[in-house]
């Protein structure tokens, strides 16, 4: 499990890195969103890999930590997941504005000479 | 009183995000009501910001024992509960910034915040996102700060649409974006290895770690110093900086010449905290180094001001870096001393260039590109036409002699910026090469604080050659130019940072020995650790 966590992470923050270097802007937005995906699931698996065990700690059963994954980066990944789709709409906000005033979807918003 | 006192902490943070949610739900039309809001909220920051620089200081050691007051959230004592922390450099970061936000405030009431709907909200986040990022005691929520700044300044950075804003507002939102999630990484690498994000907490773990987990560890704290460093503008990460400060509204750059302090700040406190190792702060000496010549050349090549301005800007951030990436505990006092000046000076001269561009008659520098965009586009930004954005609306008195006035705060501003006497930025670049000098040891002084020296003084020679050149063009050329309208409510924020300047000039030696105090204990963060991890005692002790 641990190995094809490790290669998700790798595949999407390899994919997003490439395509944020990308001249056309959505290329740009699609590359940050797989960066942020990537982000997320390196942050959950900082938490430690588990399966069968809940984040939150059932009152009736007995308190040992041991049973319960760590719950920590669950809540962290919700916040990170929250304000990275917030400023992602942002983005795409900015980009259609660009594009609008541009005519064009390069990032510099003019085509590169060639 | 006592409520006061004891929920003083969280108010920095609460006042603002208060106002910005009761100006969203104002009607549109209600100008004077948002402006107001907007005032009363920075004067109660300052007041705070006041309050809490006394009582972090020695005079008043029976409400915080250390210097060190903590503000449990919700009452969660402080490794699991989120705290807020404030010693004597967070409570000079807030003042620093609430001095900063009412001078942008005023100066924009004169014409920029038209419409007003969205900015005063966005502003007072603005400043909420700094005082939160100031005074967090974990590492999370530095990070839900930063965001929370880092939004309303996207939003800032876009006032006044035109494509060339856009286009450097798009970029400069691409960079932070990319560096919050280096941020994150960071932030999960420390957490998988330490198990916790509280920071004084972490300074305990970090030291106990053994060395297997120290590398990771290590790799952890370099990413989130990477992030930290974007933000800070240092090179070779900041090409986004000029572009997109030279092109925002005066008063949004103004106020942006305090962010840029955040990610020193987080390094400053940061850094300390974790201990870093010696080849981690040899690096940042040498990005510093490299920051402050990229920009001196940059500041020889920008043809106009507000473009110098921000070059002026990152050579701060230069020689702030190299400065602490020496290593000296002896500097880090001087080192916030010469921030502080160079906050003020940045944000007035951010302000003046707003005026002075006014002077042209032609050609304004991002006049070509504001040529009107197609309408949908006022409909996508809740803009009704462009004309609010004019200057010709009159608000406040015009002041006579607008030329010499504006003369004379340019000449105080290049002043400030070269650090020639007799305003405090001589003092601020005095005291840091005298301490790098004194303080080196026995054996004869190390060939990097010589380099140091070197840039400092190349670094505002640089400034003064560029800064001579811009105003002869502005004041002196034979070209005819027009004699601006100012208005006394622009004028006066500028000239009031300037004679805060001056001020800080006279009263050198009792600022400094605040920051000195300030620094000594930034570097033994045992009192700090001690105040966080003491208050959950406390807690225990009181329940059965």
């Known amino acids: ?114 | 009183m006592n409520l006061i006192l004891q929920h003083l902490v969280v108010l920095p943070v609460v006042v603002p995000l208060l106002s910005a949610a009761i100006m969203v739900l104002l009607p549109e039309e209600r100008r004077t009501a948002r402006v107001v809001l907007a005032l009363v909220s920075v004067l109660i920051q300052l007041l705070i910001g006041a309050a809490l620089l006394y009582l972090t200081s020695d005079a008043a050691p029976f409400i915080w024992p250390e210097g060190v007051g903590v503000y449990a959230i919700g009452n969660w004592a402080a490794p699991f509960g989120i705290v807020l922390v404030v010693d004597r450099l967070s409570a000079v970061m807030v003042t620093l910034g609430a001095v900063v936000s009412i001078a942008t405030l005023v100066y924009s009431i004169a014409r920029w915040d038209r419409p007003a709907q969205p900015f005063h909200s966005l502003f007072q986040l603005l400043t909420m996102g700094l005082n939160g990022a100031f005074l967090t005691g974990d590492l999370f929520n530095l990070f839900v700060f930063f965001e929370v700044l880092l939004a309303s300044s996207y939003g800032l950075v876009l006032r006044g649409v035109g494509a060339e804003r856009v286009r450097t507002g798009m970029h400069y939102i691409a960079v932070n974006l990319t560096a919050s999630l280096l941020f994150l990484i960071g932030v999960a690498l420390i957490y998988g290895i330490a198990g916790t994000l509280n920071m004084a907490d972490l300074a305990g773990r970090a030291a106990a770690l053994n060395p297997s987990d120290r590398a990771l560890f290590d790799a952890g704290a370099a990413i989130l110093g990477v992030a930290f460093l974007i933000k800070a503008g240092s090179w070779p990460l900041n090409f986004w900086l000029p572009g997109a400060y030279s092109v925002a509204l005066a008063p949004v750059a103004a106020a942006f010449a305090m962010m840029t302090k955040v990610g020193l700040y987080a390094v400053l406190r940061v850094g300390t905290i974790l201990q870093e190792d010696e080849t981690l702060a040899a690096a940042l000496f040498y990005v510093g180094l490299a920051t402050l010549i990229t920009a001196s050349i940059g500041m020889l090549g920008a043809k106009h001001l507000a473009r110098l301005v921000s070059f002026s800007l990152l050579a701060s951030m230069g020689i702030l870096l190299a400065t602490f990436g020496l290593r000296m505990e002896a500097l880090t006092g001087p080192l916030m001393y010469y921030m502080i000046v160079s906050v003020l000076t940045t944000s007035a001269f951010f302000m003046l260039t707003g005026m002075t561009d006014r002077t042209r008659i032609t050609d304004p520098p991002v006049s070509k590109d504001e040529a009107p965009p197609p309408r949908p586009l006022y409909v996508a930004f809740g803009v009704r036409k462009p004309a609010d954005y004019g200057i010709d609306e009159e608000v406040g008195i015009a002041i006579p002699a607008a030329m010499a006035f504006l003369g004379l705060m340019f000449v105080c501003c290049v002043l400030l910026v070269a650090g020639l006497p007799p305003l405090s930025g001589f003092v601020a670049k005095f005291a840091l090469l005298a301490t790098a000098l004194r303080g080196a040891p026995q054996s004869g002084v190390p060939i990097e604080t010589w380099t140091l020296c070197a840039a400092i003084i190349l670094s505002g020679l640089a400034a003064l050659i560029a800064l001579s050149r811009i105003g002869m063009r502005l004041f002196w050329s034979v070209a005819a130019r027009a004699t601006p309208r100012l208005r006394v409510l622009e004028a006066a924020p500028v000239a009031a940072l300037v004679l805060l300047c001056l001020v800080l000039t006279v009263a050198a030696d009792p600022v400094a020995r605040y920051l000195n105090t300030a620094a000594r204990s930034l570097h033994q963060p045992d009192t700090y650790v001690h105040a966080v991890l003491a208050a959950r005692s406390r807690e225990e002790a009181r329940r059965p």
Not at chain 1, 95 to 103: E, V
């Open chain 1, 1 to 114: 499990m641990e190995m094809v966590y490790a290669l998700v992470i790798g595949v999407l923050a390899g994919c997003g890195t490439w395509l944020l270097l990308r001249p056309r802007t959505f290329q740009v937005l699609l590359g940050l969103t797989l960066l942020s995906y990537a982000t997320n699931i390196f942050i959950f698996g900082m938490g430690r890999l588990a399966v069968h065990k809940a984040p939150v700690i059932d009152a009736s059963n007995s308190i040992d930590p041991a049973v319960y994954a760590d719950p920590v980066p669950q809540a962290l990944v919700l916040t990170a997941i929250v304000i990275g789709f917030a400023t992602t709409a942002l983005f795409l906000v900015v980009l259609i504005a660009l594009r609008g005033l541009t005519g064009t979807d390069h990032v510099d918003g003019r085509e590169s000479e060639e």
